[in-house]
């Protein structure tokens, strides 16, 4: 796989114990890359899948469209994003927060297709999350020069659960940072297909993703020059 060897040559922090490759005898050896002792890159986890999600991403986008959401301090993020599932993670000036509807047309968030469902457990329980079962999936899209600076992840209630990130189409640098918002940040290249699962206590370190460069990839001609990542998580 093209990208296993990229990724283990990128220098990142191994800062994994030896112990949590136990959880992996089952997997092939590049199929598993402890991040943290909580997180683990899945490299080309959603392969088999992206069929299935490709045609579910246009009905939920279709349903509730991709937006740029505006941060408590004003700023609108360049990266467009939509939810599906029971809740949905919002912003706007008054602060962020989990909703159970869509606050531009009012209606439920779209429910989380059953191939999203599927994936996120599947990837969950490889990493040695078992029964994972989110009730949000927050969906972000990036253009070229699109970007998320470094923030914790700590509206959810239930920290215990693991989160599950898949990435399609453009490749990114995803930044892996601590616990304080000064430590510095690894930098992971994550590829179409590839899944990280982060729990434990790597949930709440601070996390980013560098501007987005244009690049090929293999969606191209169907998704054209984007990146789409999938975000599931425990939120209630
Ligand atoms: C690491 N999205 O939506 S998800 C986000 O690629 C977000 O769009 C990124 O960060 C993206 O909030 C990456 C990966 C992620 C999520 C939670 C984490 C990484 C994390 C919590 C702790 C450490
Ligand atoms: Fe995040």
Redesign the pocket.
Known sequence: MKNTAAATDSGRAHTGGSSSLSLFDDLPREAREPLGPG?FVLPGFALPFVNELLPAIDAVAGRAPFRHLVTPGGFTMS?A?TNCGALG?TSDRRGYRYSATDPDTGLPWPPMPASFARLAREAAGAAGFENFAPDAC?V?R?APGAR?SL???KDERDHGAP?V?V?LGMP?V?L?GGLARGDKAARVP?AHGDV?V?GGE????????LPLKEAPHPLLSQLGPI?I?L?FRKAA
């Not at 790597?202 to 993703?209: I, K, T």
């Open positions: 997180a990266v994003l993670w927050l972000n990036y998320l923030h914790q992840d989160i990130s990435s990114a995803f892996f994550l990280v982060w790597d949930r709440l370190r601070y996390h980013g993703v990146r990542n975000t």
